[in-house]
């Protein structure tokens, strides 16, 4: 018996992927990935604080917590504060209704 928990593990187990292109050299999965936004995975180690957090702000969104650490994130990245968003979220809103 194997430790591998992936249901789909036996099926592929036997097969020669010796041969298999990247990503970039077939058209479309390269199209597929573009489509996708360039993501890329990766490990990190979150405290459980913060991770329940962003999963329960997803679960009351209905949306992803991967989707709101990634924004979460990328907002940091740019340097934006949360009052930066407050004040572009009021100035949407104004220019909406004029």
Same mark, same amino acid.
């Given at each position: 018996?194997?430790?591998?928990?992936?249901?789909?593990? %036996?099926?592929? #187990?036997?097969m020669?992927?010796?041969?298999?292109?990247?990503?970039?050299?077939?058209?479309? &999965?390269?199209k597929?990935?573009?489509?996708?936004?360039?993501?890329?995975?990766?490990?990190?180690?979150?405290?459980?604080?913060t &991770?329940?957090?962003?999963?329960?702000?997803?679960?009351?969104?209905?949306?992803?917590?991967?989707?709101?650490?990634? %924004?979460?994130?990328?907002?940091?990245?740019?340097?934006? #504060?949360?009052?930066?968003?407050?004040? %572009?979220?009021?100035?949407? %809103?104004?220019?909406?209704?004029?």
């Amino acid at each position: 018996m194997n430790n591998n928990s992936d249901p789909m593990y %036996e099926r592929y #187990t036997d097969m020669d992927f010796a041969d298999a292109k990247p990503v970039s050299q077939v058209p479309a &999965l390269a199209k597929l990935q573009a489509q996708h936004g360039n993501k890329m995975r990766i490990t990190m180690r979150v405290d459980s604080e913060t &991770l329940a957090i962003f999963k329960a702000r997803a679960e009351m969104s209905g949306g992803s917590y991967q989707t709101l650490m990634n %924004e979460a994130l990328k907002q940091f990245a740019h340097g934006l #504060t949360l009052s930066d968003m407050v004040r %572009e979220t009021i100035k949407q %809103e104004l220019h909406k209704s004029i």
